[in-house]
């Protein structure tokens, strides 16, 4: 009976820096519901900061939004997604209780101020500001689709902050004007937009040309943009690498914009069902 204990292996006696190695290759799912829970030198060795550089917040929707009032709290609790409900569940927390600003907070503290990526599947203001306060190293944010940054304030607290901003996502173009123009005063380092169906009048694609003129990588899948304006990007953004026009219309048929594209050595611009890389040359 000894000889059989103590052949049984002890996880909590494993090597750190085995341990270290193995959860390095481990999500975030796992990092929070599973690593903690299986003994204290796991649940230390899983708020390594190094594991929580790269954020990326699954999803909290499960395809559709039900709202349900409790008349113990004041704001609506929207059904969760599996990942969300198993948090709630493992950490022994009320459903009611349960924010995502809180879950946020949770994630980006472990990562000691060292995140250089942040999806966030929800937004609020208050939130926004959580994160410029608590992510100085931030190079890539995604901000969810339906979430408008509507204040000046924020905007211009965000960039101030996050000056080592390389990349943005945004899931509308309301104030992409305010916020390329923050943009260019504060993250100097900023090469990469990401704008899904957008509808880029003559302005927004003179903001564009204005204050990002350098950038590397831009996105506008399934934009609402005229021919005109396209041909301003293409012609004022001169370092595009690589740029993404599918579902806008346009495609490798159009000979005026694979000219005006032909700098660009990643040109989509493919149909509305599909996306396909055009056939332009540097």
Same mark, same amino acid.
């Given at each position: 009976?000894?000889?059989?204990?103590?052949?049984?292996?002890?996880?909590?006696?494993?090597? @750190?820096?085995?341990?270290?190695?193995?959860?390095?290759?481990?999500?975030?799912?796992?990092?929070?519901?599973?690593?903690?829970? @299986?003994?204290?030198?796991?649940?230390?060795?899983?708020?390594?900061?190094?594991?929580?550089?790269?954020?990326?917040?699954?999803?909290?929707?499960?395809?559709?939004? #039900?709202?349900?009032?409790?008349?113990?709290?004041?704001?609506?609790?929207?059904?969760?997604?599996?990942?969300?409900?198993?948090? %709630?569940?493992?950490?022994?927390?009320?459903?009611?209780?349960?924010?995502?600003?809180?879950?946020?907070?949770?994630?980006?503290?472990?990562?000691?101020?060292?995140?250089?990526?942040?999806?966030?599947?929800?937004?609020? $203001?208050?939130?926004?500001?959580? #994160?410029?306060?608590?992510?100085?190293?931030?190079?890539?944010?995604?901000?969810?689709?339906?979430? #408008?940054?509507?204040? &000046?304030?924020?905007?211009?607290?965000?960039?101030?902050?996050?000056?080592?901003?390389?990349?943005?996502?945004?899931?509308?173009? %309301?104030?992409?004007?305010?916020?390329?123009?923050?943009?260019?005063?504060?993250?100097?380092?900023?090469?990469?937009?990401?704008?899904?169906?957008?509808?880029?009048?003559?302005?927004?694609?003179?903001?564009?040309?204005?204050? #990002?003129? $350098?950038?590397?990588?831009?996105?506008?899948?399934?934009?609402?943009?005229?021919?005109?304006?396209?041909?301003? %990007?293409?012609?004022?953004?001169?370092?595009?690498?690589?740029?993404? @026009? &599918?579902?806008?219309?346009?495609?490798?048929?159009?000979?005026? %914009?694979?000219?005006?594209?032909?700098?660009?050595?990643?040109?989509?611009?493919?149909?509305?069902?599909?996306?396909k890389i055009c056939g332009v040359k540097n």
């Amino acid at each position: 009976m000894t000889s059989q204990k103590m052949d049984q292996r002890r996880w909590e006696d494993l090597d @750190v820096d085995c341990l270290l190695i193995v959860l390095g290759k481990v999500g975030m799912e796992s990092l929070l519901l599973g690593v903690p829970f @299986v003994c204290k030198s796991w649940y230390k060795a899983s708020l390594d900061p190094s594991f929580w550089q790269c954020l990326i917040l699954p999803d909290f929707h499960d395809g559709f939004m #039900v709202a349900r009032f409790s008349y113990f709290a004041k704001n609506q609790f929207w059904i969760a997604t599996p990942f969300y409900r198993k948090f %709630i569940r493992q950490y022994r927390m009320s459903k009611y209780r349960f924010s995502m600003t809180g879950f946020v907070k949770l994630v980006v503290s472990r990562s000691c101020g060292n995140a250089t990526s942040l999806s966030l599947p929800e937004c609020s $203001n208050r939130l926004l500001r959580l #994160v410029a306060n608590t992510c100085p190293s931030l190079k890539a944010l995604t901000l969810p689709r339906n979430f #408008v940054l509507r204040e &000046s304030s924020i905007i211009m607290e965000l960039t101030e902050k996050l000056k080592h901003l390389e990349s943005l996502s945004l899931g509308n173009d %309301i104030d992409i004007t305010e916020i390329l123009s923050q943009i260019s005063l504060h993250c100097k380092n900023f090469r990469r937009l990401d704008v899904f169906r957008a509808s880029l009048c003559k302005d927004k694609a003179l903001s564009i040309v204005k204050f #990002v003129p $350098n950038i590397e990588y831009l996105s506008l899948r399934r934009a609402i943009i005229r021919r005109c304006d396209l041909i301003t %990007i293409l012609q004022g953004c001169r370092e595009l690498v690589f740029l993404d @026009v &599918s579902g806008t219309g346009f495609d490798e048929g159009d000979h005026e %914009i694979s000219m005006f594209a032909s700098h660009i050595s990643n040109f989509r611009c493919k149909g509305l069902m599909h996306d396909k890389i055009c056939g332009v040359k540097n």
